[in-house]
């Protein structure tokens, strides 16, 4: 059954992912080209977050009309039908800004509009943070009026790491779909709960539909739009796991440490903004270390994979240390990183 949701999901996304090319195409919104981080040497469409936001509505659709209480179902006590919509529609918000800002390129504080009405869609929706696992003696810690607050400083987290972390082609689709695969997983096998299962079964068709054209060499990219839809939808599901947020840590760990580590020296070391992009994050740096884009990619989805898989294994205090791990292997990647970058540098002089 989630199979056939997830393929589902994946065919109504590549056929919206066809149409949205199309378009972008026709009305000439494309990425340009020409600043230092930017690596592709043509313009390549944008507005691939609006083709998988369609799909993955049009799959909720689909869903809605074929649910019984005795089989398929997409929302029971754990997620309402006003849940659904409110995720809906934060997602909404954040692909008409992000299609926005594709076209009129906005200024950071315009942008940050769109994130916090998606936020703000989610609380008014019933979807939050009110417990958080104790992974220390399995019990729950009650966060009282801190409920909104963590919520939605969780979820602008997860946008914004996507959002960063939008560089190559290709790596956040396929990391938001490692991600959702994880989740379903969790979901079946150890939180047992069907519509969350079935929401991360389609966000796993709709990226991985979407990574047919954007797996390297990219034809269209996600955009603002996109980048930001696949944070939120992340963010969104780990909430309605029962805000299993070591979970999602051991999946989104790496690009979550990258991004906090360029915001530190963007804002702090060179005190300038932090939303100006550069050539810092990971996986630029992978790329002048002498990898290539499909090589770089797939390292990043290998330690997303390995270290996600791990969630569905170990028991809460377990994990506690595989974040630990994680740490460290951040470190000693970029370590490795500093040290080949300098040698390709030597070998080119």
């Known amino acids: 059954m989630y199979v056939w949701v997830a393929l589902g999901a994946w065919i109504a996304s590549v056929l919206c992912v066809c149409v949205v090319r199309l378009i972008a195409r026709r009305f000439n919104i494309v990425d340009k080209p020409g600043q230092p981080r930017k690596i592709h040497t043509k313009p390549i469409p944008l507005l691939g ?47 008409i ?32 943070i ?52 994880v989740i379903a997983l969790f979901s079946i096998l150890l939180f047992v709960n069907m519509p969350t299962a079935l929401l991360a079964c389609m966000v796993l068709g709709v990226f991985l539909g979407f990574l047919v054209f954007n797996f390297h060499p990219a034809t269209i990219f996600l955009g603002e739009a996109g980048s930001t839809f696949a944070g939120y939808m992340l963010g969104v599901l780990a909430i309605l796991t029962g ?16 991004a906090a580590w360029v915001i530190f020296r963007r804002s702090v070391i060179e005190r300038r903004s932090p ?30 994979a390995l270290f996600g898989a791990s969630a569905l294994f170990l028991q809460s205090t377990q994990k506690i240390a595989a974040l630990g791990i994680l740490l460290l292997c951040t470190i000693a990647l970029g370590l490795y990183i500093s040290k080949r970058k300098i040698r390709v540098l030597s070998e080119k002089v």
């Open 49 to 95: 977050g609006v083709g998988v936001y369609a799909a993955f509505s049009l799959s909720i659709l689909v869903l809605f009309l074929l649910s019984s209480p005795q089989g398929l179902h997409i929302t029971d006590a754990h997620v309402s039908s006003s849940q659904i919509a409110a995720i809906l529609i934060g997602g909404f918000f954040l692909i």
């Open 97 to 128: 800004g992000g299609a926005l800002d594709d076209i009129f390129n906005f200024k950071p504080w315009q942008q940050i509009i769109w994130p916090l009405l998606a936020v703000l869609s989610v609380a008014i929706g019933g979807i939050g």
């Open 130 to 181: 009110s417990v958080l696992s104790n992974p220390f003696n399995g019990g729950l810690i009650s966060l009282g009026i801190w409920k909104d607050a963590l919520t939605a400083i969780w979820l602008l987290t997860a946008i914004y790491t996507t959002k960063f972390l939008d560089g190559l082609d290709g790596l956040v689709s396929g990391l938001t779909a490692i991600g959702a695969l």
């Open 243 to 258: 805000a299993k947020f070591a979970v999602a840590l051991l999946i989104m760990g790496i690009p979550i440490l990258d």
């Open 275 to 304: 939303f100006i992009g550069d050539r810092y994050h990971l996986h630029f740096r992978l790329l002048d270390a002498g990898f290539s884009q499909r090589q770089a990619v797939c390292i990043i989805y290998a330690l997303a």
